[in-house]
């Protein structure tokens, strides 16, 4: 079983920058490729950005730029760096964790409890 807890959401300014992290319990950490998926009221949850258990990642078109997404193994962390926000990326940041996969909303194997972003304009 792994628990995710993310952390770092907030109410930001246009064009500001946000730092979300997400701590896993549990062991075999290097073994999940880690995402971020994001939802606004009333639309559905989309991904954001991952990075595989072997390296690599990838983003979405609409933060391709302007989010990095980075892991530390010997602390359990994932990291979402937020430059140049917008007001479009309000939502609440969701920390998912698939072992061994890609990362899609219909395989992830757990989730953390979202964390709100708030870009005003």
């Known amino acids: 079983q792994v628990q995710l807890v993310e952390s770092g959401g907030g109410l930001v300014q246009a064009g500001g920058s946000l730092r979300l992290a997400c701590a896993a319990s549990?062991?075999?950490?290097?073994?999940?490729?880690m995402g971020w998926f994001r939802q606004a009221p009333g639309k559905e949850r989309d991904f954001v950005a991952a990075?595989?258990?072997?390296?690599?990642?990838t983003y979405a078109d609409a933060v391709k730029g302007r989010f990095t997404i980075s892991r530390d193994n010997a602390k359990n962390t994932v990291y979402l760096q937020m430059n140049s926000l917008k007001p479009e990326d309000t939502a609440v940041y969701y920390c998912?964790?698939?072992?061994?996969?890609?990362?899609?909303?219909?395989?992830?194997?757990?989730w953390g409890q979202g964390t709100q972003v708030t870009v005003s304009s």
């Open positions: 998912a964790a698939e072992r061994y996969g890609t990362v899609v909303v219909s395989t992830v194997d757990y």
């Open positions: 549990g062991r075999s950490f290097s073994s999940y490729s």
């Open positions: 990075i595989k258990w072997s390296g690599g990642s």
